[in-house]
């Protein structure tokens, strides 16, 4: 068994094989696939199988001869790209509270992936420290009487 590991290549995340073709591994095992399924909805089932979206699942078994409803292929790809919008807003909302939630006394500006740079308040708040702390040194004065020292 060990000698077997050695040839092959190892799988990390023990994801099955099938979920791991490529398109024509994929159509090669189609057939076979589509033989034996039972389900009621092909396309849904051959999606699930090889872990694939369903537009690709579609694309694929219409490549082998499946017919779909024009309107059906349409649904799917408005689902598809309404699940996309709601994961890049899920995704730029959880941006602006981790960058906004009062961590920034200053933003700047934004990066290309719209992540915010400038001054953070803990950055100001040790400003401020550093400037009171240079205020006071300057109001000390430059000598020190005998009595006050200890010795």
């Given at each position: 068994?060990?000698?077997?590991m ?13 979920k791991?073709y ?19 909805n ?17 694309t694929?078994?219409?490549?082998l001869?499946?017919k779909?409803?024009q309107?059906?292929?349409?649904q ?5 790209m ?15 509270e981790n ?7 200053f ?9 915010p740079f400038g001054?953070?308040r ?17 109001s000390m ?11």
């Amino acid at each position: 068994m060990g000698e077997r590991m050695a040839k092959g290549k190892k799988n990390p995340n023990n994801t099955p094989r099938r979920k791991r073709y490529n398109r024509n591994a994929r159509l090669q095992n189609a057939h076979k696939w589509a033989e034996q399924y039972d389900g009621k909805n092909i396309a849904k089932g051959y999606s699930n199988w090889f872990g694939v979206d369903l537009l690709c699942a579609i694309t694929e078994l219409e490549m082998l001869g499946y017919k779909f409803k024009q309107s059906y292929k349409k649904q799917v790809e408005q689902s598809l790209m309404a699940r996309k919008k709601q994961k890049e807003n899920r995704k730029r909302k959880a941006m602006v509270e981790n960058y906004e939630d009062g961590t920034f006394y200053f933003i700047a500006g934004y990066t290309s992936n719209g992540v915010p740079f400038g001054i953070t308040r803990d950055e100001m708040d040790e400003d401020e420290d550093l400037s009171r702390q240079s205020r006071s040194q300057e109001s000390m004065p430059f000598f020190i009487d005998d009595e006050d020292l200890p010795f």
